[in-house]
T-cell receptor, first 115, second 113 residues
Framework: EPEVTQTPSHQVTQMGQEVILRCVPI?????FYWYRQILGQKVEFLVS????????KSEIFDDQFSVERPDGSNFTLKIRSTKLEDSAMYFC?????????????FGEGSWLTVV | AQSVTQPDIHITVSEGASLELRCNYS??????LFWYVQSPGQGLQLLLK??????LVQGIKGFEAEFKRSQSSFNLRKPSVHWSDAAEYFC???????????FGTGTSLTVIP
């Protein structure tokens, strides 16, 4: 079965440092997403990406966040200056089309700890 | 605003027993409803989804869910739980105005022999 892969599985970083979380979506998928889950809280939508641009983003996705598809396979989430409250599990996801009628596949998550 | 509530943070059932995980949603229009499961060290795997039509939907691994508009619920059920079903279960609602999910906080399922 195709899968979304994420690296690293766990990263510890100092507050104020930049972090890049990497994702390899399923190869024929066109829509890409980042979600996050702070410990004990809901999984929250961050951003969706289609046709090399952001299609939707949430209020959480402020100027310290950015996404990029630097080549044909990777999809990255960059956090420029991490804060303690950025500690969370970050999920990458992809789908062939919009969520209506298409399955969104999630990766295993990248656990980010900011100290 | 859209939201999803999963009232049960943790449920413990015996292997072979039936299971029902509760999910309530808040959304003004027809919702698109999903159940995902996350096993330890795994990603979120889609169990089933409801877009329209028959309100009882069948999913993978023997799971089913029933959409009840009058109760704003989409409860997940399984008649006989297996030890491998121990995992975290997430209910989510999607909207027809966007391409994002709103998740519940999840229900952790423990299966005892």
């Amino acid at each position: 079965e195709p899968e979304v892969t994420q690296t690293p599985s766990h990263q510890v970083t100092q507050m104020g440092q930049e972090v890049i979380l990497r994702c390899v979506p399923i190869s024929n998928h066109l829509y890409f997403y980042w979600y996050r889950q702070i410990l004990g809280q809901k999984v929250e939508f961050l951003v969706s990406f289609y046709n090399n641009e952001i299609s939707e983003k949430s209020e959480i996705f402020d100027d310290q966040f950015s996404v990029e598809r630097p080549d044909g396979s990777n999809f990255t989430l960059k956090i420029r200056s991490t804060k303690l409250e950025d500690s969370a599990m970050y999920f990458c996801a992809s789908s062939r089309g919009t969520l209506l009628g298409n399955t969104i596949y999630f990766g295993e998550g990248s656990w980010l700890t900011v100290v | 605003a859209q939201s999803v509530t999963q009232p049960d943070i943790h449920i413990t059932v015996s292997e072979g027993a039936s299971l029902e995980l509760r999910c309530n949603y808040s959304y003004g229009a027809t919702p698109y409803l999903f159940w995902y499961v996350q096993s330890p060290g795994q990603g979120l795997q889609l169990l089933l989804k409801y877009f329209s039509g028959d309100t009882l939907v069948q999913g993978i691994k023997g799971f089913e869910a029933e959409f009840k508009r009058s109760q704003s619920s989409f409860n997940l059920r399984k008649p006989s739980v297996h030890w491998s079903d121990a995992a975290e279960y997430f209910c989510a609602v999607g909207t027809n105005t966007g391409n994002q999910f709103y998740f519940g906080t999840g229900t952790s399922l423990t299966v005892i022999p």
